[in-house]
């Protein structure tokens, strides 16, 4: 092969490959008709347009969330302390670092489930549902809940997409993403929480209590 010939070939295999990639480092898109936002290739990996995949998950360590209430209030107007079984339920879904939330049921649900299945041999979840109940005791002028935290853990990894056509000028994207989701309880140690929580009344629950079908009552209500 001549030098002229090996630069010629050499400058196509460049050309085409600043045609075939694109790579997409953060959410914000660079000026109109650039290039796509990450929201853009996720929906067309959702909506089947873009053939998609999920590469080199990295699971973190897992951790437990915030905690928040997942029963109704339990108010208190009685001189005594009061107990309750009350019902909770409480549902956890999962997150982008690039906006939104995974759709049960989805095309990216099934990506990322796919591609840690086959890296891991670890069945993801992108939701988790739990229901109880649990005996509140409340002391009186006080409000109770049960209030619930769920071991969380984060994948890391790149969306690649693929189109048959350019778009955006390029036959291929790459979009950096991390998910947060639920992680099964036990997970590096961690463990879900389930907690009663109370506090003094406010003024305006106490007139609740000063008259009406509340008055020395113990009664419930929605946040």
Same mark, same amino acid.
């Given at each position: 092969?001549?030098?002229?010939?090996?630069?010629?070939?050499?400058?196509?295999?460049?050309?085409?490959?600043?045609?075939?990639?694109?790579?997409?480092?953060?959410?914000?898109?660079?000026? =109109?008709?650039?290039?796509?936002?990450?929201?853009?290739?996720?929906?067309?990996?959702?909506?089947?347009?873009?053939?998609?995949?999920?590469?080199?998950?990295?699971?973190?360590?897992?951790?437990?969330?915030?905690?928040?209430?997942?029963?109704?209030?339990?108010?208190?107007?009685?001189?005594?302390?009061?107990?309750?079984?009350?019902?909770?339920?409480?549902?956890?879904?999962?997150?982008?670092?690039?906006?939104?939330?995974?759709?049960?049921?989805?095309?990216?649900?099934?990506?990322?489930?796919?591609?840690?299945?086959?890296?891991?041999?670890?069945?993801?979840?992108?939701?988790?549902?739990?229901?109880?109940?649990?005996?509140?005791?409340?002391?009186?002028?006080?409000?109770?809940?049960?209030?619930?935290?769920?071991?969380?853990?984060?994948?890391?990894?790149?969306?690649?997409?693929?189109?048959?056509?350019?778009?955006?000028?390029?036959?291929?994207?790459?979009?950096?993403?991390?998910?947060?989701?639920?992680?099964?309880?036990?997970?590096?140690?961690?463990?879900?929480?389930?907690?009663?929580?109370?506090?003094?009344?406010?003024?305006?629950?106490?007139?609740?209590? =000063?008259?009406?079908?509340?008055?020395?009552?113990?009664?419930?209500?929605?946040?």
């Amino acid at each position: 092969m001549t030098m002229n010939h090996a630069l010629r070939y050499g400058s196509r295999t460049l050309a085409l490959t600043a045609t075939a990639l694109g790579v997409i480092a953060t959410a914000v898109p660079a000026a =109109a008709d650039e290039q796509p936002t990450a929201e853009q290739i996720l929906a067309d990996c959702a909506s089947g347009e873009g053939k998609c995949s999920f590469n080199s998950p990295q699971l973190g360590k897992a951790y437990l969330g915030e905690p928040r209430q997942v029963s109704e209030l339990l108010f208190n107007c009685t001189e005594s302390p009061a107990s309750q079984s009350m019902s909770w339920a409480d549902t956890v879904g999962s997150s982008h670092s690039v906006g939104g939330s995974v759709t049960v049921g989805g095309g990216i649900e099934g990506i990322i489930t796919a591609s840690v299945t086959a890296t891991y041999n670890y069945t993801w979840q992108s939701s988790h549902t739990e229901t109880s109940s649990f005996t509140v005791t409340v002391k009186p002028g006080e409000v109770g809940w049960i209030s619930r935290a769920q071991v969380m853990q984060q994948i890391s990894g790149t969306w690649q997409t693929h189109y048959d056509d350019p778009k955006w000028g390029h036959y291929y994207w790459f979009v950096p993403d991390t998910v947060t989701g639920p992680a099964p309880n036990g997970t590096d140690g961690k463990h879900s929480a389930v907690v009663v929580k109370s506090r003094k009344m406010t003024s305006g629950e106490k007139q609740l209590c =000063a008259g009406g079908s509340t008055q020395d009552k113990v009664f419930t209500r929605s946040q």
